[in-house]
Structures are given as C-alpha cells and as structure tokens.
C-alpha cells in the first residue's frame, strides 16, 4: 500500500499471512506511525515500511515465520522506537529512502534479530547514526553495516560478526571519537577477519565490550590498546 503524505498503522493493527509492505511518500515530509501490531504469519514473509521522512516502531512487528522473515525499514529522518518497539525477525535491513543518512534509534531492548545488515559503502548509501539494542543473540549479517556516523550495537546474547561494520564518522586532535561501539552480554564472535571494523574516519576508535574474557573469537581483531 502506497500513500501520498504521512501513514499511521491503527490500534486494530495488520495480521497478514503474505508480506505486508507500506510506503509513505510526499516531497521529503511523510512518517510512518506505528500504533497496531504489524504480524505476518506466513512463512518466510516481509513486513516492509518505508517513508521519504521517518519511521516510528511503537508496538510489534512480528515476521518470524520460517527462517528468513524480514523486516525492511527504509526512511531518510530518522527511524525511532518507542518503549514498546518490538521487531521480531530473522532478518532486520535498514536503507535510506533516497540519500538522507538516515538516523537510527532501535534501543527499547525488546527486538529478537537474527541478524541486521544496513545501508552500503558509496557515501549516498550509507546510514547516519546507528544504535540498536537487541534481547537475545545478533549478528552483523554477511551484506555489513555502514555508517557516516556513531555506531552503537548492544545484545544481552551473543554477538557474531559475520559482515564488516564500518563508520566515517570523524574526531579531531582535541575530540576522539568511539565511531563503533560493540557490546555482548554474551560471547562476542568475528568470523569477517582483521578488518570487521573499518575506521573510515580520523581520530577515531572503536570498543568491543563482551560478559567475559573468555569465551570470545576476535579473528584477528587488535585495537592496539588490549
């Protein structure tokens, strides 16, 4: 389904057993508000929500079903939860709706991610600001994550990295910047290498934070300082 202008999803919300994608569009100024429950049942389904402006998570978005079900969020604002946002998917995949750098905010802690992929390595492509907090094990899927800003990613289970996370965010000699920021409340995993996170920027760091000491596979990860 799509809108001219700015689209709410009702309290009655949507259940669907196909994939469900809504577009809201109208010179740079529409929002998607999600207020119902969005829930495919189907397997193997995709909820897709895009709008030229932003979109906010407010309640469910279940496509679970099978073992690829994807939620797509693509906006040029910015993409926001409230206490409530709760993506439940094998697969979350964040793009810009035209070349907005689209801001990030994905931190209520209720999301259930397989894994997330998000924006790409030309400068229109990729995100602005990146944050999102997970319940449960994530990974960085093989596709990557790319940020022209702050990349802050936290899962109480373990997270893998199984695609390259990289920012261009950039300090200065008076300011360093923690570009990327990787947390695990449980194991922390790198199978994409030495390079798995890339500083595109200058006077820039990145941390890695895991439960434990032991129990992690960095592959070759060395930030200089351990």
Not at 53 to 73: D, P, Q
Not at 151 to 160: E, K, P
């Amino acid at each position: 389904f799509t809108n001219y202008g700015s689209l709410t999803v009702g309290s009655n919300g949507i259940y669907s057993t196909g994939n469900v994608s809504l577009t809201a569009s109208s010179y740079g100024t529409s929002d998607i508000v999600q207020t119902g429950v969005i829930d495919t049942s189907g397997s193997n389904k995709t909820v897709s929500l895009a709008a030229d402006h932003s979109v906010f998570v407010n309640n469910t978005i279940n496509a679970t079903g099978g073992t690829s079900g994807k939620v797509y969020l693509e906006a040029d604002g910015s993409i926001t939860d409230g206490a409530s946002g709760d993506i439940n998917a094998d697969l979350l995949d964040v793009q810009n709706y035209y070349w907005g750098a689209v801001d990030v905010t994905l931190d209520s802690g209720l999301h259930n991610i397989g894994s997330v992929t998000g924006g790409g390595s030309n400068g229109y492509a990729r995100l602005g600001d990146f944050t999102l907090k997970t319940n449960g094990a994530l990974a960085v899927g093989s596709a990557g994550l790319f940020s022209s800003g702050i990349v802050d990613i936290y899962s109480s289970g373990d997270l893998t990295i199984a695609g390259d996370v990289k920012s261009w965010a950039t300090g200065s000699s008076h300011n360093e910047v923690t570009a990327v920021t990787l947390g695990t409340g449980g194991n922390f995993i790198n199978n994409s290498g030495s390079d798995a996170i890339g500083l595109q920027g200058s006077w820039t760091r990145w941390l890695v934070y895991a439960a434990d000491s032991v129990g992690n596979t960095y592959g070759g990860l060395n930030s200089g300082n351990t």
